[in-house]
């Protein structure tokens, strides 16, 4: 399946210029869904390199996947050793050394670093290092409206043979809480209830559960989960998509989100796919997961069945708890079902025709427009320019450097011609500052 995720990145950039008054320079992972450092790059190619990716504004979008500091700390693009860097090794330089997911020193003191994260350490870290502003928004709810639009257009008709459906293909990373679940599943007789499967394999790694070094070992399974379900045959775009069948055969989805053992509040298209089909959910996430939902305006279903997992921290527990409430509702009485099903139904349709609303759409970007016009204020409020302008003025006091930037040709790499635009560009503007200041 294509998904044309650089549609997104558009609409952003043109918003945060919009905003700003200016360009501005996004960079994002392409091919998407990569979570290699050479594979963040710019959306647009550019004219001249080296002189526009000072000159404006950057932002780093990260806001698809959980933010991970430690590891974009450690995985970085080295720059190669060309003639400009051995320059600068001569004079003790090291004004191009990246830093966290590369960000470099510009004339703006600080980039942008687009997420959908909340309740987040990692953010605390991004914000510790003083490099990067961080800027949320759902991301997913955005996608999600987009890659499930023609369910919008769907009628979907009950038959359903089953109480449960639960996709359930990735384990490794932050989702092995999931081969628990399935364990956990077997061991409270509820297999019969569910539409599901399992990978014995997980398909990133290729690597069997029982051969996994797990790191949280509470998550390994007991039983062979492969003698009891059929194995997945999804791929890592499925979640973008839906299936009418599944649905309609179906009265709860249990949504397996991509984080559970964990503090943050990270909701991705998975919740949402649920709302746009119009199905009844049970959510297994972080805890608070369902008040996030709410705080969107979403309806959960705390009048039909019991939504206390959703305040247990523990995640074990949450866990256990949220099997719990599976059991009890394969209990109830056919009287009890019809009833409640038809109660949890209705505001499914509620949350159906809220995801594709006009007014949910708004309330999504608006969130982002605001967090950009702060982000943009600090940016302003930073000391600017003067860093880079001091730091070149230094550089060309070396003759080795007037040299190197006499006889360079490379757009990639400073020429004179490009630095003292920039120096002229600075100066203007702290000129113009100044004034404004004296007035």
Not at 132 to 148: K, M
Not at 327 to 350: C, D, N
Request: charged share 20%; proline share 4%.
């Amino acid at each position: 399946m294509n998904i044309p995720l650089d549609r997104l990145y558009h609409y952003i950039e043109n918003i945060a210029s919009e905003i700003y008054g200016s360009r501005i320079l996004i960079y994002r992972f392409f091919p998407h869904g990569s979570k290699n450092i050479d594979d963040l790059n710019i959306l647009h190619e550019l004219e001249s390199p080296w002189l526009d990716e000072l000159l404006y504004p950057k932002i780093w979008c990260h806001d698809q996947e959980p933010l991970n500091h430690e590891f974009y700390s450690k995985n970085l693009v080295v720059p190669e050793n060309d003639d400009w860097n051995n320059v600068l090794k001569s004079i003790n330089e090291d004004l191009f050394s990246p830093k966290n997911l590369n960000h470099q020193q510009t004339i703006f003191d600080k980039g942008l670093l687009l997420h959908s994260e909340v309740r987040s350490a990692e953010l605390i870290k991004y914000r510790s290092d003083n490099q990067l502003i961080p800027v949320y928004y759902w991301n997913h709810a955005v996608l999600a409206r987009d890659w499930f639009r023609y369910a919008k257009h769907e009628t979907f008709q009950k038959q359903t043979n089953q109480t449960f459906l639960i996709y359930n293909r990735a384990w490794s990373g932050t989702r092995e809480y999931r081969l628990k679940f399935t364990d956990l599943l077997i061991e409270n007789n509820l297999v019969q209830h569910c539409q599901t499967t399992v990978n014995p394999y997980d398909p990133e790694l290729a690597t069997h559960y029982k051969n996994y070094n797990f790191k949280n070992s509470q998550w390994q399974p007991i039983n062979v989960l492969e003698n009891f379900f059929r194995p997945s045959t999804a791929d890592s775009a499925s979640s973008a998509d839906f299936t009418t069948d599944d649905y309609n055969s179906t009265d709860i989805e249990v949504v397996l989100e991509t984080l559970f053992d964990d503090s943050r509040l990270h909701l991705t298209e998975k919740s949402l796919r649920p709302m746009a089909c119009g199905q009844p959910f049970i959510l297994a996430a972080t805890h608070g997961s369902l008040e996030y939902l709410r705080g969107y305006g979403f309806k959960t279903f705390d009048t039909i069945w019991n939504e206390d997992y959703d305040l247990i921290v523990d995640p074990q527990e949450r866990l256990q708890a949220i099997i719990t409430v599976m059991q009890e509702i394969v209990g109830w009485s056919p009287l009890t079902r019809e009833t409640k099903i038809h109660q949890a139904r209705e505001i499914a349709k509620y949350n159906r025709q809220w995801f594709f609303s006009q007014e949910f759409f708004n309330l999504i970007v608006s969130e982002l427009k605001n967090n950009l016009n702060l982000a943009f204020q600090e940016l302003a409020s930073c000391d600017n320019y003067t860093r880079w302008y001091n730091r070149w003025k230094t550089l060309l006091t070396y003759p080795e450097v007037i040299k190197l930037l006499n006889t360079n040709q490379s757009l990639h790499l400073p020429r004179m011609d490009a630095v003292n635009q920039i120096l002229l560009t600075i100066e203007n503007q702290l000129a113009a500052s100044a004034n404004t200041n004296e007035k």
